[in-house]
T-cell receptor, first 114, second 114 residues
């Protein structure tokens, strides 16, 4: 199994630009999570999808952030416009059930907004 | 908000020694999980302990759970340099709409000196 795949691994962009992060969950997993990790706030859940449907987006910081899951094998997290305070590592994780047992994390995307 | 709080924040030991990390949490849980994160990588699930369990073993790992004190500990025996990483506890609440959600602590940074 290839594991959770994220792209790009690193992204450097200027303030105001649109950023799109991509995630391919493990085949057969029907729950997908987007997290953000910073030194100050640790790991924060941004949004949770179950069977491609957003269930909880209460962690999304503001309207500049949006996430989609058009099918079971692909999800995107978009930031438009980006700001320096969005700089963080963004992780995607998937799991087989809707109940949070063990989650499988991707390698993350390190985003730097200058 | 962070549910789990790990202690200590950082731990440095010699190879071969045992490492103990603690986690405290605030609300009733369905289960508690421990994850490892190597520098620059995603999180890897280590072990899950359910609320009705008191102790669990996996290889060199031993996890205990005391629900009356709302605390857990992770013991790594006979540590190796490859165990150098950050270790996070994460909790799943026992009831409510967030019962899918893993809430992570800020982690313990373990350094094992060869």
């Amino acid at each position: 199994d290839a594991g959770v795949i994220q792209s790009p691994r690193h992204e450097v962009t200027e303030m105001g630009q649109e950023v799109t992060l991509r995630c391919k969950p493990i085949s057969g997993h029907n729950s997908l999570f987007w997290y953000r990790q910073t030194m100050m706030r640790g790991l924060e859940l941004l949004i949770y999808f179950n069977n491609n449907v957003p269930i909880d987006d209460s962690g999304m910081p503001e309207d500049r952030f949006s996430a989609k899951m058009p099918n079971a094998s692909f999800s995107t997290l978009k930031i438009q416009p980006s700001e320096p305070r969005d700089s963080a590592v963004y992780f995607c994780a998937s799991t087989r059930t809707s109940v949070a047992y063990e989650q499988y994390f991707g390698p993350g995307t390190r985003l730097t907004v200058t | 908000s962070q549910q789990g709080e790990e202690d200590p924040q950082a731990l440095s030991i010699q190879e071969g020694e045992n490492a103990t990390m603690n986690c405290s949490y605030k609300t009733s849980i369905n289960n508690l999980q421990w994850y490892r994160q190597n520098s620059g990588r995603g999180l890897v699930h280590l072990i899950l302990i359910r609320s009705n369990e008191r102790e669990k073993h996996s290889g060199r790992l031993r996890v205990t759970l005391d629900t009356s004190k709302k605390s857990s500990s992770l013991l790594i025996t006979a540590s190796r340099a490859a165990d150098t990483a950050s270790y996070f506890c994460a909790t799943v609440p026992s009831t409510g709409a967030g019962s899918y959600q893993l809430t992570f602590g800020k982690g313990t940074k373990l350094s094992v000196i060869p």
